[in-house]
């Protein structure tokens, strides 16, 4: 994936990242009071200016300590920002301020260097959706508009694009961002049909039902109750001392509390010793960061195959017509012919193909129907009705010019042979569970196929 | 793509358990009167089932078909392999990837590849695949019965087999939120093979029991007293091959085809477990490969019969190969690693005896001219059973170490000797 497609994934993901952030703040403030206008709602267009930024500044070649430098600066400056224009009231949401305002120009910088993960884009889509959820119920248990979901509705949203982008490894064109926002507006749409027209009606409904499910569970409980009263009543009565406990009063002794004072000069001593450690160290750092260097961002150039083999929308529904009415054609055929050998043998190839007695790759008619006959060998008549009819599906599909009349039995087989097989699939279940728990265990033992044609 | 879709490198969303919870919940918040919430989460579930089914409808028809250009290369070739990705359905892919896990030694490396992430090395290791690299290929929206057609690049690096068992094709929603994945070639795939490299070697060695090895007929000789056929006589036909008797006979003028003799072929013993042990030597291996793949080049085409044994590799059990193809015999040698190394109990590396199929070789034995051993180290022949069965007098140790003193009886040819001068691995 070069340069150029990671972008729009990287960008979408800090952004997600800066409305999540939006979000939190939002989750642990709106029940005490209402945020500004400026923060937090100032992270979304800081996200994507410290992206830009970073971008920017990796044109060409640089040191970590340049990076850290530049994204250390942008933090400061957002942060400053937010007490200048927007005091926050409280320590705690300043700390976090300045958290998230570190938190992004952090995530900026990586993200500049090297592109988002595809595991990375997933768990921004889902930490992104599920906090849609988990802060509409927020919302909707304080009784708040649903305007301040939009945060993190956008950052759903770039989440989601940056993953289309990164899967698809090339930028959206016109006509693939059409089609996407087809495809959200029907599932929109689905959801307005849902809410506003089919909710109440399933709503009450379903109050029916968990009315149906109360009285029900209140009525076993009530003939449970009964049965114990009476199985209680035959047991001999208890005997006539009865022992009587007082609980014993018992009372904590009072903790005295005891302050103990600092030292004024020892925490001064102390505080001044920390932050010449924290000096220190941040020196050795900077030195250190300075000799690691960064590259310049290079464009690859990516080979694509052509595309000569594109039809036209009116030529491709053209061939999805042709497809459906083939089938059709087929279905119809075959139900025409259900009663004759060759119609019913194709029509059980069909049937039992979502079922584990599918015919077999490279299996004959014969072998096939003699496998069904098997299966079905505790039917008798089932069974005969199978013999009769595998020499004349030999019959019908091999030899020119062969009979095409109706067999008198097809019904029949029709009709039973599912429950048949239906049961010989539980059966060899039930003889398999054995072998399921011991391998469970740790052992292997074998056990029958469903392609086995063991005897009823 | 008859395959069953594999979901993997999808969203939690979509995972069943959460589609079901979603739904609960939507109901539960329907049912308490919160209509926003319910809308939220019923609109999460629809998005997560509409991008399920859109996955599994978007593997349905999608066809990928290969043809490599060649099964061999050689070290520094390029290996072509077109493809053609066919969208067989109405519905579009947003996007498709086809996905190529490439061998441990990196022995082919397509033109397109990066580093796997965390998550995928632990599963690429598990299946035996390379951890640094894979090759990808991305495409983005096929329309409707649209064919792509494709050509990918291979550099071979270095020797080794290649399966190209581990390809997938993976797509998924339009949104990104749902992977599934199939493999590309049913039934185990092809493989691919990186020959050892050639290099320049002197067939003299091999030659010296050969009539007119080198030139003419090339040691091929016919026996006069067996014929094992007849045919009209031509005017550049010799008299002396006229058939007299039938002459006599006054039938028509017919020349004798008598049966051939062919010459004793060499056949190759390569001892790898010498290479290895407590003081492996990988690059004398791969030299000694080299030589051994050259020779058998050359003497193929000198057309002396050659064969192959080599003993028993990681690949399984040992190989006997007798007059067989020179492309068999080069994809031997390409795909032998040695066996995995062995600990004692305190935890030194143990020298592995090789073993050879014996009994094959023995009865084969009538029809080889001279059976040349090859080994690390002349020096510990003595712990070698197979040369000193077949004998000194047919057999030819060839050696990588050799301090110039006699290995027993055995004839002793250093593999140096045997290059060209001027020659590089």
């Known amino acids: ?456 | 793509m008859g395959a069953k879709p594999i979901f993997s490198r999808s969203s939690t969303l979509v995972v069943l358990p959460t589609l079901a919870g979603t739904l609960v919940l939507c109901l539960l918040a329907a049912f308490f009167g919160y209509g926003k919430l319910a809308a939220v989460l019923m609109f999460l579930f629809l998005l997560a089932l509409a991008a399920r089914l859109w996955a599994v409808l978007a593997l349905r028809g999608l066809d990928v078909s290969a043809a490599p250009s060649a099964w061999g290369v050689f070290p520094g070739d390029t290996l072509t392999i077109p493809l053609r990705v066919h969208n067989g359905k109405f519905l579009p892919l947003v996007w498709a990837e086809l996905f190529f896990p490439l061998s441990p030694q990196l022995c082919l490396v397509p033109e397109e590849s990066r580093e796997p992430d965390e998550r995928e090395q632990s599963t690429l290791a598990e299946d035996g695949y390379s951890t640094q690299l894979v090759g990808e290929r991305r495409l983005s929206f096929l329309l409707w019965y649209e064919t792509v057609p494709l050509t990918i690049r291979w550099t071979a690096r270095r020797r080794g087999v290649y399966s190209t068992a581990g390809w997938r094709v993976r797509t998924g929603d339009g949104f990104g939120l749902v992977q599934v994945e199939a493999p590309i070639l049913q039934g185990g795939g092809w493989q691919l093979a990186v020959y050892p490299r050639l290099i320049k070697v002197r067939p003299e060695l091999f030659l010296r029991n050969r009539w007119n090895s080198d030139t003419g007929a090339r040691g091929v000789m016919e026996d006069p007293t067996v014929i094992r056929s007849t045919r009209d006589y031509q005017t550049t036909d010799s008299l002396k091959r006229i058939n007299w008797r039938l002459a006599a006979r006054c039938l028509p003028l017919t020349v004798n085809i008598y049966e051939d003799i062919l010459p004793r072929g060499v056949h190759f013993l390569l001892d790898g477990e010498s290479f290895s042990g407590p003081q492996p030597h990988p690059e004398e291996l791969e030299d000694a490969l080299s030589v051994l793949a050259s020779l058998v080049v050359r003497l193929s085409a000198l057309q002396v019969p050659c064969g192959l044994s080599l003993c028993r590799g990681s690949g399984g059990e040992a190989v006997n190969l007798f007059a067989a193809a020179t492309e068999e015999m080069l994809f031997a040698l390409a795909a032998y690693q040695v066996c995995p190394p062995k600990w004692d109990e305190n935890g030194a590396l143990l020298s592995q005896a090789p073993i050879f199929q014996e009994p094959a070789l023995f009865e084969a034995a009538r029809s080889v001219g001279r059976f040349y051993y090859i080994l690390y180290d002349a020096a510990r022949l003595d712990a070698k059973a197979l040369p000193h069965r077949l004998g000194s007098s047919c057999t030819t140790l060839l050696t990588c170490l050799w301090d110039g003193k006699p290995a027993g009886e055995f004839e002793t040819v250093p593999l140096e000797q045997l290059k060209e001068v001027g020659s590089n691995g």
């Open chain 1, 1 to 456: 994936m070069d340069n150029r497609s990671s972008l729009l994934p990287a960008a979408a993901s800090l952004f997600a990242t800066s409305c999540l952030q939006c979000t939190l703040v939002y989750l642990t403030t709106l029940n005490a009071y209402a945020p500004g206008p400026y923060y937090p709602l100032m992270l979304l267009p800081y996200s994507l200016v410290l992206f830009a930024a970073n971008r920017l500044f990796l044109r060409r070649e640089r040191t970590v300590l340049g990076l850290v430098l530049l994204n250390g600066g942008l933090s400061l400056a957002a942060f400053l920002s937010v007490v200048l224009v927007n005091p926050l009231p409280d320590w705690g949401s300043l700390l976090f301020a300045a958290l998230f305002c570190l938190w992004l120009a952090a995530r900026a910088g990586q993200l500049a260097w090297s592109p988002p993960t595809l595991f990375q884009l997933i768990l921004s889509v889902d930490l992104c959706l599920a906090a849609l959820a988990l802060f509409t119920a927020y919302l909707a248990a304080l009784e708040l508009p649903v305007s301040w979901c939009a945060p993190i509705a956008a950052g759903c949203a770039a989440s989601i694009l940056g993953l289309i982008v990164y899967r698809s490894g090339s930028s959206l064109n016109l006509k693939s961002g059409l089609f996407l926002a087809a495809v959200f507006a029907g599932v929109f749409a689905m959801v307005w049909l849902l809410v506003g027209y089919l909710a109440a009606p399933a709503g009450e409904g379903l109050v029916t039902l968990w009315n149906w499910l109360v009285s029900a569970v209140l009525f076993l409980l009530g003939q449970l109750w009964r049965l114990l009263v009476f199985l209680t009543s035959l047991l001999p009565p208890a005997p006539a001392e009865e022992l009587t406990l007082e609980p014993e009063q018992i009372q904590m002794p009072e903790q005295e509390e005891t302050l103990t004072q600092a030292n004024p000069v020892v925490l001064a001593a102390f505080l001044a010793i920390l932050a010449l450690a924290a000096l220190v160290l941040a020196i050795r750092l900077a030195l250190r960061l300075r000799r690691l260097r960064l590259a310049p961002h290079t464009h690859s150039v990516r080979i694509s195959g052509t595309r000569a083999g594109r039809i036209s929308l009116l030529a491709g529904l053209r061939r999805l017509l042709a497809g459906l009415w083939s089938r059709f054609v087929l279905r119809l055929t075959l139900w025409r012919n259900r009663n004759t050998a060759w119609g019913l043998y194709f029509l059980l190839v069909r049937r039992s193909a979502p079922t584990p007695w599918h015919k077999l790759r490279g299996e004959t008619p014969r072998e096939f129907l003699t496998r069904l006959r098997e299966g079905a060998a505790g039917d008798q008549d089932l069974a005969q009705a199978l013999d009769r009819l595998i020499p004349a599906v030999d019959l019908a599909l091999f030899s020119p010019g062969g009979p095409e009349g109706e067999l008198p039995q097809a019904p029949l087989i029709r009709r039973r042979l599912g429950r048949a097989m239906g049961l010989l699939t539980l059966r060899q279940l039930v003889s398999r569970l054995p072998g399921l728990r011991s391998r469970l265990a740790g052992e292997n033992p074998g056990g029958p196929s469903p392609h086995s044609s063991s005897p009823a």
